[in-house]
């Protein structure tokens, strides 16, 4: 008799409900559902209520760089809540089958403010140059006064070369020319008057080679040819290094090397100086140093080019030509001149803004031009690293609209000065399929920063 009772007061309790369901009037049931049913129901009104729109906040302009907001949900109205219980009761299975979003297709969705720097090697020593080379295997080379490393694909594993390094020196340089040819440099500047040296290796950083030239920096443009920067002239080699030119109508007086970079061709260089007081210069050549001309940028009235480095060489693309041209920094900011021109534009000044009063310093450029439709990149993209007044690092940044719009690249890197930024391309890192890995020398190892696709830019 009490089970019959019992399942009469069920039966009832089960009808009460569903005339409370399709009223929808709010109404309560006294009988208790059962756990499970609670349960279920609440987790599948919280899987199927529609998503709020996330709201774009990582961009930035140039003069008041911030971390990129995390979104909120705005919660649902009463009637939306029974609606969407209402639903649940009725079909409970309808979405419980959806998958889970895998950790790759998760970050993918991340704003890229919001992404995580990674230590991955070489805490403790002050790396101030950093050079890769995506035809072998991302071959990764890192420099520092302390001496100087290898490593490839993952990053996380650095091995200690034997190449000789000063120890007291200001500044250390590297260049690789193939999987075998490679040079290192370090040096305190030419006003100093400091010891400095320069190592070659040709069997892939197995064993090195002390070279008898004084190059301050050296850039390779492939596995026979490559510049060195001197405090006087720019000079050549043309067998690995084995043996050095010096390249007449290259020779200045009175100024510091400060930038080298090379045409992939060999066939154009291009040399920033800078003077004692920070006064630039830049001179170029289009026939492999047979001949040279200046191509200081000019400014309005007395203003005269100041610090001048971190020059960075690109080629256009088919269809872009446009984009060929090389970018160099300054005191006075980013600058670009166009291939075969002597017209540089100043695409942004790096003047006093909201965060910074004094201005800020760029420490570091690179720019990415394997734009493709899946990464959804407009053109170039430029990232640089930027430090105040002091050398304190104010974080990495990228604009994809020309200098126009900047958004702040990933959180967590610290306040070490960054010296170099180097990008693994698309499908050759380990981290993850189809990732692009940012690679960040710093006064404190070397970092990086995993890019999943799509790439979202989304400038102003």
């Given at each position: 008799?009490?089970?019959?009772?019992a399942q009469?007061k069920?039966?009832?309790?089960?009808?009460?409900?569903?005339?409370?369901?399709?009223?929808?009037?709010?109404?309560?049931?006294?009988?208790?559902a059962?756990?499970?049913?609670?349960?279920?129901?609440?987790v599948?009104?919280?899987?199927?209520?529609?998503?709020?729109?996330?709201?774009a906040?990582?961009?930035?302009e140039?003069?008041?760089?911030?971390?990129?907001?995390?979104?909120?949900?705005?919660?649902?109205?009463?009637?939306d809540?029974?609606?969407?219980?209402?639903?649940?009761?009725?079909?409970?299975?309808?979405?419980?089958?959806?998958?889970?979003p895998?950790?790759?297709?998760?970050?993918?969705?991340?704003?890229?403010?919001?992404l995580?720097?990674?230590?991955?090697?070489?805490?403790?020593?002050?790396?101030?140059?950093?050079?890769?080379f995506?035809?072998?295997n991302n071959?990764?080379?890192?420099?520092?006064?302390?001496?100087?490393?290898?490593?490839?694909?993952?990053?996380?594993?650095?091995?200690?070369?034997?190449?000789?390094?000063?120890?007291?020196?200001r500044v250390?340089?590297?260049?690789i020319?193939?999987?075998?040819?490679?040079?290192?440099?370090?040096?305190?500047?030419?006003?100093?008057?400091?010891?400095?040296?320069?190592?070659?290796?040709?069997?892939?950083?197995?064993?090195?080679?002390?070279?008898?030239?004084?190059?301050?920096?050296?850039?390779?443009a492939?596995?026979?040819?490559?510049?060195?920067?001197?405090?006087?002239?720019?000079?050549?080699t043309?067998?690995s290094?084995?043996?050095?030119?010096?390249?007449?109508?290259?020779?200045?007086?009175?100024?510091?090397?400060?930038?080298?970079?090379?045409?992939?061709?060999?066939?154009?260089?291009y040399?920033?100086?800078?003077?004692?007081?920070?006064?630039?210069?830049?001179?170029?050549?289009?026939?492999?140093?047979?001949?040279?001309?200046?191509v200081?940028?000019?400014?309005?009235?007395?203003?005269?080019?100041?610090?001048?480095?971190?020059?960075?060489?690109v080629?256009?693309?088919?269809?872009?030509?446009?984009d060929?041209?090389?970018?160099?920094?300054?005191?006075?900011?980013?600058?670009?001149?166009?291939?075969?021109?002597?017209?540089?534009?100043?695409?942004?000044?790096a003047?006093?803004?909201?965060?910074?009063?004094?201005?800020?310093?760029?420490t570091?450029?690179?720019?990415?031009?394997?734009?493709?439709?899946?990464?959804?990149?407009?053109?170039?993209v430029?990232?640089e690293a930027?430090?105040?007044?002091?050398?304190?690092?104010?974080?990495v940044?990228?604009?994809?609209?020309?200098?126009?719009?900047?958004q702040?690249?990933?959180?967590?890197?610290?306040?070490?000065?960054?010296?170099?930024?180097t990008?693994?391309p698309?499908g050759?890192?380990?981290?993850?399929?189809?990732?692009?890995?940012?690679?960040?020398?710093?006064?404190?190892?070397?970092?990086?920063?995993a890019?999943?696709?799509?790439?979202?830019?989304?400038?102003?």
């Amino acid at each position: 008799m009490s089970q019959r009772i019992a399942q009469t007061k069920a039966g009832n309790a089960a009808m009460a409900l569903v005339i409370c369901l399709l009223v929808v009037t709010g109404c309560t049931v006294t009988p208790a559902a059962p756990p499970e049913l609670a349960a279920t129901a609440t987790v599948e009104a919280t899987t199927t209520s529609p998503p709020v729109p996330p709201v774009a906040t990582d961009t930035v302009e140039v003069s008041t760089p911030t971390v990129g907001a995390t979104d909120t949900a705005l919660p649902p109205t009463p009637s939306d809540t029974a609606t969407a219980a209402a639903t649940e009761t009725i079909a409970p299975t309808d979405t419980a089958a959806q998958p889970a979003p895998s950790p790759t297709e998760a970050a993918a969705t991340t704003p890229v403010a919001d992404l995580q720097w990674k230590q991955v090697g070489l805490a403790g020593n002050d790396i101030t140059g950093l050079a890769l080379f995506p035809q072998g295997n991302n071959l990764a080379l890192a420099v520092g006064p302390k001496g100087a490393w290898q490593s490839s694909s993952d990053y996380m594993q650095w091995n200690k070369l034997t190449a000789e390094m000063e120890p007291n020196s200001r500044v250390a340089g590297a260049t690789i020319g193939s999987t075998e040819v490679m040079y290192v440099t370090s040096q305190m500047g030419c006003a100093s008057g400091g010891p400095s040296s320069r190592s070659r290796s040709t069997d892939g950083g197995k064993t090195w080679q002390k070279m008898n030239n004084s190059a301050m920096v050296i850039a390779a443009a492939n596995v026979t040819t490559a510049y060195g920067l001197t405090c006087s002239a720019v000079i050549k080699t043309t067998d690995s290094g084995a043996t050095w030119a010096s390249l007449p109508g290259s020779t200045i007086t009175n100024f510091d090397p400060q930038a080298l970079v090379v045409s992939p061709d060999g066939n154009s260089i291009y040399v920033a100086y800078a003077s004692e007081g920070g006064t630039g210069q830049v001179m170029r050549s289009t026939d492999g140093g047979q001949s040279w001309s200046d191509v200081t940028p000019k400014l309005a009235g007395a203003d005269m080019l100041q610090g001048p480095g971190n020059l960075v060489y690109v080629t256009g693309s088919v269809g872009r030509p446009m984009d060929g041209g090389v970018y160099m920094t300054s005191a006075q900011g980013l600058w670009f001149l166009p291939l075969e021109t002597t017209d540089w534009k100043l695409i942004q000044a790096a003047g006093p803004g909201k965060e910074l009063q004094s201005g800020y310093l760029i420490t570091a450029l690179y720019i990415d031009t394997t734009y493709t439709e899946a990464y959804n990149k407009p053109g170039p993209v430029i990232y640089e690293a930027r430090s105040d007044q002091g050398g304190a690092s104010l974080g990495v940044f990228r604009s994809g609209d020309n200098g126009a719009g900047w958004q702040r690249v990933g959180k967590g890197l610290g306040t070490g000065r960054i010296s170099t930024l180097t990008l693994a391309p698309q499908g050759m890192s380990a981290n993850a399929v189809n990732v692009e890995t940012l690679l960040a020398a710093t006064a404190d190892g070397v970092w990086s920063l995993a890019m999943p696709p799509p790439f979202h830019y989304s400038g102003q």
